[in-house]
């Protein structure tokens, strides 16, 4: 008999949004007492900087170009791998996921993914290994998702709130400004604190929980859809933070002309990107301008994430008391971690895309395991990754992890770690996006991060281009030391570990039929 297991996730959240992460606002007393109690892991990395590719990585256990969901808008397979499967099929495990799936595409007015017609099927599943499904995104606008289609049947007036995130019908992401400053994606939303997604999604996971036998293993994967973008909580809420009081980031440049020195040292996609000349991929609105972004704008919109962080660390008290309260605390271990990060406001630029630093690359990522387990309470500053979530959940569950896993479980302390060698990450990018192509290939390894630009519409692939940071020396990644005469040698080494580690590439590749 396994240990019950709760994974909690949230979506484009920052490594420094916690506290125990050296976060100085947002207050985050439960998953910072998650961290105390367990094992905090400083150098986690997503496998993939955006948001299926990352999700699928975090179902199967296996590389990008293993399982193949190499963008955005490539659904995961039906008969892909799953954790959830294996724990329910293997070990009898009860299997629940709360809000944000998105193994499969959201543009789908077709509604050809099953997913999208859950809902108005009235069906919660079984989908994926998991018996019960209830989703959420990013809206109550809408939709084809369980929450918002609760919200149009119980609360019809409340959807109006939420920011309208696509502009209908060209179905490309809305640059339109709002809230005080008229920053990008920002909207005062009137809607009650107890009908948000955030609050709605704990509840669904709380109310599933309830209806289990007091003797059942599980595992509930409770998925918020925040912090990431519109940036729309409860207006009741917004008063926790204000945005005329919020300091601005320290990777932040004071003036268009530190942004333009400062991006000049990276591969020309950045610049060109914040002065408004090439959008490489769906993840930030087309006609978005990033230098156009005023400092006050920048304040309103990390204010307002602020917020929507707490309200993801209240909730998960509600969901750990719930637990508690079925007398599941002892048995019961707690992941909590995210797809990937967010720029908000390094580099003069926000949302995500192909770049590969820390404000994308690096996740928080706290295990706290079951009291009934005896694991000591640890900081790990080894790579890890959302390859090593499914092996552990297997670990926990007793069971060996299926072949087709490509990582084994956490490590639980510095000297485990050691012993399992863990010396490297890897993290991918591939994307088409009106005709412009990039591929990006990243090794983590001894505090450098390497990153090598393959053959694309926008570089050579001939080696002339890339990036290299030490992050031990340059923590804000600022100097790329690509072509730098002292650096070469390390370069090349990094280079060719990554290419060792990497996995062949799945083929052939499979289509991206939508954006997202």
């Not at 099929?89 to 595409?105: D, I, N, Q, V």
């Not at 060698?421 to 591939?430: S, V």
């Not at 030391?481 to 590439?505: E, F, G, S, V």
Request: overall charge negative.
């Amino acid at each position: 008999m396994g240990r019950k297991i709760l994974f909690i996730t949230t979506d484009q959240q920052r490594y420094d949004a916690l506290g125990c992460n050296g976060g100085k606002v947002a207050r985050t007393p439960v998953v910072d007492r998650w961290a105390a109690e367990g094992i905090r892991y400083t150098r986690a990395h997503a496998q993939s900087v955006v948001c299926m590719p990352a999700r699928a990585t975090m179902s199967t256990g296996q590389h990008v170009r293993t399982h193949g969901v190499w963008m955005n808008g490539v659904p995961l397979p039906a008969d892909a791998p799953s954790v959830a499967r294996h724990l329910h099929e293997s070990a009898g495990y009860r299997t629940a996921l709360f809000g944000k799936a998105h193994f499969e595409p959201f543009l789908d007015p077709q509604r050809r993914f099953y997913e999208n017609r859950m809902a108005t099927l009235g069906e919660t599943g079984p989908h994926r290994g998991f018996e019960r499904m209830e989703l959420a995104a990013h809206t109550g606008r809408g939709g084809l998702l369980h929450y918002p289609v609760w919200l149009a049947k119980t609360h019809p007036d409340a959807a109006a709130g939420f920011y309208p995130i696509l502009k209908i019908p060209s179905l490309e992401q809305n640059a339109a400004g709002g809230g005080d400053t008229g920053a990008i994606q920002v909207q005062h939303n009137p809607i009650a604190r107890s009908l948000y997604h955030t609050d709605w999604v704990a509840d669904r996971a709380i109310a599933w929980l309830d209806s289990l036998p007091a003797d059942a293993d599980w595992f509930c994967w409770v998925s918020f859809p925040d912090p990431h973008h519109p940036w729309d909580p409860p207006q009741s809420e917004i008063h926790r933070h204000r945005w005329q009081d919020e300091a601005l980031p320290a990777n932040w440049p004071a003036t268009r002309a530190d942004a333009v020195a400062l991006l000049r040292d990276k591969p020309k996609h950045w610049l060109d990107w914040y002065e408004g000349r090439l959008v490489t991929n769906f993840e930030a609105p087309p006609d978005f301008v990033p230098a156009s972004v005023t400092a006050d704008q920048l304040r309103e919109i990390n204010a307002l994430t602020h917020v929507e962080n707490e309200l993801i660390d209240e909730v998960c008290g509600r969901v750990w008391a719930a637990v508690a309260r079925r007398g599941w605390g002892d048995d019961t271990d707690v992941i909590f971690t995210t797809d990937h990060g967010e720029l908000q406001g390094d580099y003069g630029l926000l949302f995500k895309g192909p770049y590969h630093v820390d404000s994308l690359m690096r996740l928080p990522f706290i295990w706290r395991p079951a009291t009934s387990a005896g694991v000591a309470p640890a900081t790990v500053d080894h790579p890890v990754g959302q390859i090593d979530l499914a092996p552990t959940f297997c670990a926990i569950a007793g069971l060996e992890a299926p072949q087709w896993m490509q990582s084994r479980a956490l490590p639980t302390s510095p000297a485990q770690a050691d012993a399992q060698r863990r010396e490297r990450i890897i993290t991918e990018w591939d994307s088409e996006f009106k005709g412009i192509t990039m591929h990006l290939r990243t090794i983590y390894r001894d505090g450098l991060v390497c990153t090598v630009y393959e053959q694309s519409t926008l570089y050579p692939g001939d080696g002339s281009v890339g990036e290299l940071y030490d992050c031990r020396h340059d923590p804000l990644q600022r100097r790329n030391l690509w072509t730098d005469p002292a650096w070469q040698a390390r370069k090349k080494d990094l280079i060719a570990d990554l290419y060792d580690h990497l996995p062949p590439a799945r083929s052939p590749r499979l289509e991206a039929v939508a954006s997202v």
